[in-house]
């Protein structure tokens, strides 16, 4: 596919790799002096990556050339709306009505970007995490307006390209940073509060609840600690420290239910019987083997 990517910083040279590396005949456009260098760094990244770099690598300052003929644009311009606003108007002017615009935005609403283009319907959001050639999940949300085909071809683009696309609504901000700031605004609380250092902050997490996450998520994890015992934490939680930790009422509900978790066969999530018997052997083995992959 010919492929261009808008803003060669951080996330487009990330971008621009993983398509190179899957094959794909890409052009990255950016404002800097040497975009040469952009190009290098794109191809390096690549070659990290993926080993052999059989797609393309080009560059320009040339917005409108280089999307003219591109099936898929992915935006990755600084998050200021006005710039985003800007350079897809660009790409509207610019882009064959098919082409596929997809915004790397972090935070901005997809409606406000979406009003940039004269297709809204070709338009999405596919949110990578840096460095993007390395972490496998990108965010992919459409608005209302976006064809549900597109959404399709963009997800079938980025599994062939070796990444894990997960269909997200289009809230600000998507799912993955709303719960990185939450994790991050509490971190930065308890340093404040002087009840630990960052550092140990950083430690702190790292060899306890970090452990956890590359193996189960917050749902599977809330499982198997048992949602009566979460119940408990945060009815305390919630005297000391206020609205934040108020009792979920899905918590409240799921406990009332007798729906405890692991423990009672059930939880947030279903497990066969056969997944509640291998469980805990299977969550000892992966907590083993990814302590030793990180030391
Ligand atoms: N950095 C991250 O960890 C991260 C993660 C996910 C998403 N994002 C999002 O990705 C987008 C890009 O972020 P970044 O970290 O790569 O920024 P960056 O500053 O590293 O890169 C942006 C690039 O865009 C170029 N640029 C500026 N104006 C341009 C224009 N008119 N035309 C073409 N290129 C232009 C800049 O020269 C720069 O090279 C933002 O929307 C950001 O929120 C960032």
């Avoid at 010919?2 to 005949?25: C, D, K, N, P, Y």
């Avoid at 002096?33 to 040339?62: K, L, N, S, Y």
């Avoid at 193996?215 to 499982?223: K, L, Q, S, Y």
């Avoid at 007798?258 to 291998?278: C, I, P, Q, W």
């Amino acid at each position: 596919m010919r492929i261009a990517v808008l803003g060669a910083g951080t996330m487009g040279q990330g971008i621009a790799a993983v398509m190179a590396a899957a094959s794909h005949e890409v052009t990255v456009v950016d404002a800097v002096d040497r975009i040469e260098g952009c190009v290098t760094a794109v191809r390096d990244r690549a070659r990290r990556h993926g080993g052999d770099v059989t797609g393309t690598i080009g560059g320009t300052h040339d917005l409108g050339a280089a999307v003219r003929g591109a099936e898929v644009v992915f935006e990755a311009v600084p998050e200021q709306l006005p710039l985003k606003l800007e350079v897809l108007a660009g790409v509207s002017e610019n882009a064959a009505p098919a082409a596929i615009v997809a915004t790397n935005t972090s935070s901005l609403p997809l409606d406000r970007l979406a009003g940039a283009l004269s297709h809204p319907s070709r338009f999405l959001a596919a949110h990578f995490f840096n460095p993007a050639e390395t972490i496998p999940g990108v965010e992919v949300a459409g608005t209302e307006q976006t064809d549900p085909e597109v959404t399709a071809t963009l997800v079938a683009l980025l599994r062939s390209a070796g990444k894990e696309p997960i269909e997200v609504g289009s809230c600000v901000g998507f799912v993955a940073n709303r719960l990185q700031l939450a994790l991050f605004r509490e971190a930065l609380a308890c340093v404040e509060e002087g009840v630990i250092t960052a550092e140990d902050l950083d430690i702190l997490v790292r060899r306890t609840i970090g452990v956890r996450l590359p193996a189960f998520g917050p749902f599977a994890v809330a499982d198997m600690a048992g949602l009566d015992v979460y119940h408990a934490i945060f009815t305390v939680l919630h005297e000391a420290y206020g609205e934040r930790f108020e009792v979920p009422p899905m918590v409240s509900r799921l406990v009332e239910d007798g729906r405890l978790g692991v423990k009672s066969g059930a939880g947030f999530l279903n497990y066969t019987a056969d997944e509640l018997r291998e469980l805990t052997a299977r969550r000892d083995v992966l907590y083993k083997r990814l302590l030793e992959a990180a030391s």
